[in-house]
């Protein structure tokens, strides 16, 4: 079960954290995966993965830029001739209480969380529609419904993404396309790691699984959302938070 055999996904912000546990996953579950990032680290992720057995190449793309975009979807299509699945990972964060927050700060999480998705499921859509067949998953998170303090901006893209979910599904359902997006919640990542062993103590403590999360727990939660097997599955938003918000 949930195999992703001879299936051509795309994964937005995949060099690191979330988005390379997501590549590993279905790598291992015998995908061929698109690497997108804005930072050249994704060409190391990607060669590590792929030393590991792993069907996966790098693109550098910015998921804001129409151009950029298409232009990779382009190649993709020219090498492979289908895009099957789209995982819309990619994301900035810019906290700042909001009476500190500053324009930019506002723009740049919006333009990169939300706005982004208009650009690349825009992109890729018409094809799966034109297969048959299609996955889009984006990622929320558990701050769309507990808010925090210091992320409206995140906090507000995070909303968007589980409404823009529950919307495109209605539109595309008759097409064999999915749509779901995925609330993590207290996941290990670069800024956890950052974290002092209090906070992380505390924040672990709030989760009735007893630990912080993995970038693998979150990939086998995307790997569900893209299989086969979940077909009847859209326009939900599966809450992957080791029980911290239950619903």
Not at 38 to 44: A, P, Q
């Amino acid at each position: 079960m949930f195999r992703l055999d001879n299936r051509i996904a795309i994964v937005t912000g995949g060099a690191q954290g979330i988005g390379e546990g997501i590549c590993k996953v279905f790598c291992e579950a015998g995908a061929t995966v698109a690497l997108w990032d804005v930072r050249d680290s994704g060409e190391e992720t990607a060669k590590t993965i792929k030393e590991s057995g792993g069907k996966i190449f790098f693109q550098k793309v910015d998921v804001t830029d129409r151009g950029s975009v298409q232009n990779a979807v382009d190649h993709i299509l020219a090498l492979h001739g289908k895009i099957d699945i789209l995982i819309n990972n990619a994301g900035v964060i810019r906290d700042r209480s909001f009476l500190k927050m500053n324009e930019e700060e506002w723009n740049t999480v919006i333009n990169v969380n939300l706005n982004s998705l208009f650009v690349t499921t825009k992109a890729v859509l018409p094809h799966m529609k034109e297969a048959g067949y299609g996955r889009i998953i984006s990622a929320s998170s558990v701050n769309a419904m507990t808010g925090a303090f210091g992320q409206t901006n995140y906090a507000a893209t995070k909303a968007g993404i589980q409404g823009f979910t529950r919307s495109l599904c209605k539109e595309v359902g008759k097409y064999g396309v999915t749509v779901n997006c995925i609330a993590p919640g207290f996941i290990k990542s670069e800024m956890s790691d950052s974290m002092p062993d209090a906070v992380i103590e505390a924040g672990v403590k709030l989760i009735p699984a007893g630990r912080i999360g993995t970038p693998a727990d979150m990939g086998y939660a995307y790997l569900y959302l893209a299989s086969e097997e979940a077909g009847f599955v859209s326009g939900i938003t599966l809450h992957a938070n080791g029980g911290a918000y239950a619903i």
